[in-house]
Structures are given as C-alpha cells and as structure tokens.
C-alpha cells in the first residue's frame, strides 16, 4: 500500500502534553522548519513555552481538542498517561501518532503483559489482582515480589516491594485496592532498553542502552549499552520490533528489559513516547529520537541512526537544587564532551526531573570516567 504524501515542513504539529518530552520534540520539530501547537493545562509547561502557540485547557476539553484538530495537521502525544479518548476525538478529524488503541496498551501493566504472551516475548511471572478472590489465589512462587498498580504509575509510583501474603494484601487495599500486577521479584544483573521509531513503511532502532536506576526513578544510561552480549542486543532488538508489530505501531515506542542473573531477558515495561534513556541521542548520534518522532508523525523517512560518540547520561533531579538554588554549573560544563540539558521548570522539587547532562567521547571508558567526575562535582550518587 502507498504511504500517504508527507507533510511538508511549515506545517504545524500538535501536542498533546506539555513536559520535557515535549519541549524536546518542539525543538526538533522547529529544527525540520515545523510550527508547533501545544494543548497543556499548565499555563507555565516546558513544552508550552517554547511552542508557536499553547492552548491553556484539559485534554478531554473538546473546544480545546476542536482548535488542536484544526489548526495542526498531525498530533502526537508526549506522555503516556493523556487520555486515550482524547486521541480517539482528534483521530476522527486529523492524523495521530501513536493511536489510541497502542496508547491505552501502554497505560494498562495487565495489557501490556497479556501483549508479550502474544508476541512470545518473556516477562515476569506475574498475576493480576482486582478483587478479594484474585488476591487469595496468588501462588505462593509470586513471593517475594513487587506489587504495582496496573495504571497510572511511573518513576516508582504506585509501587510495593512485598515478601509475605499479609504484607501483599496490606499493600494493595494501600494501593486503594484497585487493579495491580504482582511480579516475581527477579535476581537482575542489569537493565536494558530498546527505542525504535516505525513508520508506514520502515522500522528503525538505536543500539540498547543500558539504565541504572535509583527509587524508581532512572539515575544513569550508559550507551551504546557497555558490554552487552551481541546475542542478547539483537534478541531485545528482535522482542522490541514484535511488540511494535503486533501493536501496529506509529511513532517512537521504549521497551524496558530486565536480564536476570542467568542471562534470561525479560520485558519490563513499553512507552508510547521518546523515553529518559533516549536523550543521550541528542548529541550522541546523527539522528534523535525527538526527530524520529517528528518524522513518523509528519512521514519523512526514517533514517537508520549513526552513533558518532558513546555516552553516559546522568539525569538531574530536584533534589540537586539546594533551598531552591540551582546547582554551579560551571565545573560540569569546563569537562569536555558535556552538554546541559535543562527544562525549564521554575519550582525544583525532590524527585523532579529538572533536567539531564550528557557526557559523550570516543570511548565507553572514557565516557563513564567524565560522567564519574561530573557526578562528583554535582554531588550525585549516580553511580
């Protein structure tokens, strides 16, 4: 089937949320010479601000969606979390990727699951919770385990570490006793992430990155992923593209791997967006996944990337900001291969992401020892 015409730079594209994730897709949207048209309630979001134009209204608001469906000639979304109906309204009028369909997938833990039984792609043994009765039936081999609500968590939210029957039951009637996912407890040597980008046509991916995370929230991405056994990064790449296929995918798709101590990939997690462990390939390859992301929303060819630099990524949390003051940059910019990334947030609070710092050179060794030195000067225990 022909792929429909491109849309042409000077065009304008909406989108829907108005984080960090979106700031960056702006920039590399107005870099291909596109407008942008951001919907976000926040009247002082990162995306907002640096958008051609900011609609201040709710995602499920319909005048709001109304103006976003006539002025943009494609929409994509920034965070997993806006409405599905939202993207299901604007897809009546005017193109959208990703779909809500793989949207509402990547919002439901149980789904995602039930995806990766369809695709053959191994997780976590794991069970479903939303009543009294499922509670009860978890088999004793679930145990320990981490207990995570089935929608509506990130970054460690909406998550219990559980090793006992009664602490399970007191966790999840903690958890509001809504549906959850409890996961066997795995014995990890590392995680893992794949980012690709599919479009009408084409499929592209970038090499694993390799994460460490700190409370739940990503602390360090090293990539390329240091040290990763060849079989292993074409198996996750491999798992990655099914996924991707059987969601019948548009747009720029994360998967999260764990491989546990025998070396067994499992999949962890899927994100319909650009994720935190693909930042580094702003400066560290020839394309970035925030201009994946444009080009599989507006159809300009995907390009096959070219990593140019290796590199560690160090994210920068609120927690650096003492009393409200931003950290001395100077000492992490006087490192060579260092490029500050800051989102323009104006309150810093314990666990926000205020920004990242990349760290890129010829080598894996050379990259980590910068990284290191910037940690230290930062005061972070990233390592």
Same mark, same amino acid.
């Given at each position: 089937?022909?792929?429909?015409?491109?849309?042409?730079?000077?065009?304008?594209?909406?989108?829907?949320?108005?984080?960090?994730?979106?700031?960056?897709?702006?920039?590399?949207?107005?870099?291909?010479?596109?407008?942008?048209?951001?919907?976000?309630?926040?009247?002082?979001?990162?995306?907002?601000?640096?958008?051609?134009?900011?609609?201040?209204?709710?995602?499920?608001?319909?005048?709001?969606?109304?103006?976003?469906?006539?002025?943009? #000639?494609?929409?994509?979304?920034?965070?997993?979390?806006?409405?599905?109906?939202?993207?299901?309204?604007?897809?009546?009028?005017?193109?959208?990727?990703?779909?809500?369909?793989?949207?509402?997938?990547?919002?439901?833990?149980?789904?995602?699951?039930?995806?990766?039984?369809?695709?053959?792609?191994?997780?976590?043994?794991?069970?479903? &919770?939303?009543?009294?009765?499922?509670?009860? *039936?978890?088999?004793?081999? %679930?145990?320990?385990?981490?207990?995570?609500?089935?929608?509506?968590?990130?970054?460690?939210?909406?998550?219990?570490?559980?090793?006992?029957?009664?602490?399970?039951?007191?966790?999840?009637?903690? %958890?509001?006793?809504?549906?959850?996912?409890?996961?066997?407890?795995?014995?990890? *040597?590392?995680? &893992?992430?794949?980012?690709?980008?599919?479009?009408?046509?084409?499929?592209?991916?970038?090499?694993?990155?390799?994460?460490?995370?700190?409370?739940?929230?990503? *602390?360090?991405?090293?990539?390329?992923?240091?040290?990763?056994?060849?079989?292993?990064?074409? #198996?996750?790449?491999?798992?990655?593209?099914? &996924? #991707?296929?059987?969601?019948?995918?548009?747009?720029?798709?994360?998967?999260?791997?764990?491989?546990?101590?025998?070396?067994?990939?499992?999949?962890?997690?899927?994100?319909?967006?650009?994720?935190?462990?693909?930042?580094?390939?702003?400066?560290?390859?020839?394309?970035?996944?925030?201009?994946?992301?444009?080009?599989?929303?507006?159809?300009?060819?995907?390009?096959?990337?070219?990593?140019?630099?290796?590199?560690?990524?160090?994210?920068?949390?609120?927690? %650096?900001?003492?009393?409200?003051?931003?950290?001395?940059?100077?000492?992490?910019?006087?490192?060579?291969? #260092?490029?500050?990334?800051?989102?323009?947030?104006?309150?810093?609070?314990?666990?926000?992401?205020?920004?990242?710092?990349?760290?890129?050179?010829?080598?894996?060794?050379?990259?980590?020892?910068?990284?290191?030195?910037?940690?230290?000067?930062?005061?972070?225990?990233?390592?």
């Amino acid at each position: 089937m022909t792929p429909p015409p491109a849309i042409a730079p000077g065009a304008t594209l909406g989108v829907l949320g108005g984080g960090q994730l979106g700031r960056m897709f702006v920039h590399a949207a107005q870099r291909l010479g596109y407008r942008c048209l951001v919907l976000d309630p926040d009247p002082d979001s990162p995306a907002g601000r640096v958008a051609e134009s900011h609609l201040r209204a709710g995602y499920l608001d319909g005048q709001a969606l109304e103006a976003l469906a006539r002025e943009a #000639a494609a929409v994509t979304t920034e965070f997993e979390n806006v409405p599905a109906q939202a993207l299901r309204m604007l897809a009546d009028r005017v193109p959208v990727a990703p779909r809500a369909q793989s949207v509402a997938t990547c919002q439901d833990r149980a789904l995602e699951k039930a995806l990766f039984a369809r695709c053959g792609v191994p997780c976590a043994p794991h069970a479903v &919770i939303d009543d009294e009765a499922a509670l009860a *039936a978890v088999p004793d081999a %679930l145990l320990p385990g981490i207990l995570k609500t089935a929608q509506l968590g990130y970054d460690g939210k909406g998550q219990r570490g559980v090793s006992a029957r009664a602490q399970l039951a007191s966790a999840w009637r903690e %958890l509001g006793g809504v549906r959850c996912v409890l996961e066997r407890r795995l014995d990890l *040597a590392l995680e &893992i992430s794949v980012v690709l980008a599919r479009g009408a046509d084409a499929t592209v991916s970038f090499a694993p990155f390799r994460n460490l995370h700190r409370d739940g929230i990503l *602390a360090l991405t090293q990539w390329p992923a240091p040290q990763l056994d060849a079989a292993l990064a074409r #198996a996750a790449d491999a798992a990655a593209r099914a &996924i #991707a296929d059987a969601l019948d995918y548009r747009g720029v798709l994360c998967v999260e791997f764990f491989v546990d101590r025998d070396g067994t990939l499992q999949a962890n997690e899927i994100a319909p967006r650009p994720h935190n462990s693909g930042h580094c390939t702003i400066d560290a390859s020839d394309v970035s996944q925030f201009e994946w992301q444009v080009r599989a929303l507006t159809g300009l060819p995907l390009a096959a990337p070219r990593a140019h630099s290796q590199a560690v990524m160090l994210n920068l949390l609120g927690d %650096l900001w003492r009393d409200g003051v931003a950290p001395d940059w100077r000492g992490v910019l006087a490192l060579p291969g #260092a490029h500050l990334h800051l989102y323009g947030k104006a309150q810093a609070r314990r666990g926000r992401k205020m920004g990242h710092l990349t760290l890129t050179a010829a080598g894996a060794d050379e990259a980590a020892a910068v990284a290191r030195e910037a940690a230290a000067r930062l005061g972070l225990s990233a390592w």
